[in-house]
T-cell receptor, first 118, second 112 residues
């Protein structure tokens, strides 16, 4: 299956700093990438959907000015958590979808990034 | 996308078959049943999907009832590494599909 990578796999930062998380599709082009967030013992919650070359669409309750998403190429999307606070500590997972695919298993997930804000 | 209902947790003895049920009574005719699993602190992993026929791959089997209102994921010989949260998701597939939406899933614990 297609491979999606994330970097870093974990990060610890001080409150008030910004953190950038990269998501790459390694062996396919992804016209659409999704960012999910998962708090301990909870399910994945979709934060935003990004299409290459256009602005991301954010889910209700997700601040677009705090969680900046850039999808500049067909293989890379970045999520920047600006002015991070302890309540932003979570497991962030990206997912990529193959463009125009007729495949029924077309959404592939990265390994996740554990963010801890002190 | 149709809503799914899964038991919150299940145990299974190592080497035995694990049968994970999922109810999706409001499924539409063009919606597929997908199963993903998430091992602790990892991203979700695709397992299998189906429309109405039973499906089998190297990981698992998917049994869908004739009325399509429920399904069962079968791991034929569970190992300790199969301990994970298993998500049953129902959605339209293909180019017009939206993102995968995750419910609370079933925590499967495989016991030695």
């Amino acid at each position: 299956g297609a491979v999606v990578s994330q970097h870093p796999s974990w990060v610890i930062c001080k409150s008030g700093t910004s953190v950038k998380i990269e998501c790459r599709s390694l062996d396919f082009q992804a016209t659409t990438m999704f960012w999910y967030r998962q708090f301990p013992k909870q399910s994945l919650m979709l934060m935003a959907t990004s299409n290459e070359g256009s602005k991301a669409t954010y889910e209700q309750g997700v601040e677009k000015d705090k969680f900046l998403i850039n999808h500049a190429s067909l293989t890379l999307s970045t999520l920047t958590v600006t002015s991070a606070h302890p309540e932003d500590s979570s497991f962030y997972i990206c997912s990529a979808r193959v463009g125009g695919s007729l495949s029924l298993n077309e959404q592939f997930f990265g390994p996740g990034t554990r963010l801890t804000v002190l | 996308d149709a809503k799914t209902t899964q038991p919150p947790s299940m145990d299974c003895a190592e080497g035995r078959a694990a049968n994970l049920p999922c109810n999706h009574s409001t499924i539409s005719g063009n919606e597929y049943v997908y199963w993903y699993r998430q091992i602790h602190s990892q991203g979700p992993q695709y397992i299998i999907h189906g429309l109405k026929n039973n499906e089998t791959n190297e990981m698992a089997s998917l049994i869908i009832t004739e009325d399509r209102k429920s399904s069962t994921l079968i791991l034929p010989h569970a190992t300790l590494r199969d301990t994970a949260v298993y998500y049953c998701i129902v959605r339209v597939a293909g180019g017009s599909a939206r993102q995968l939406t995750f419910g609370s899933g079933t925590q499967l614990t495989v016991l030695p």
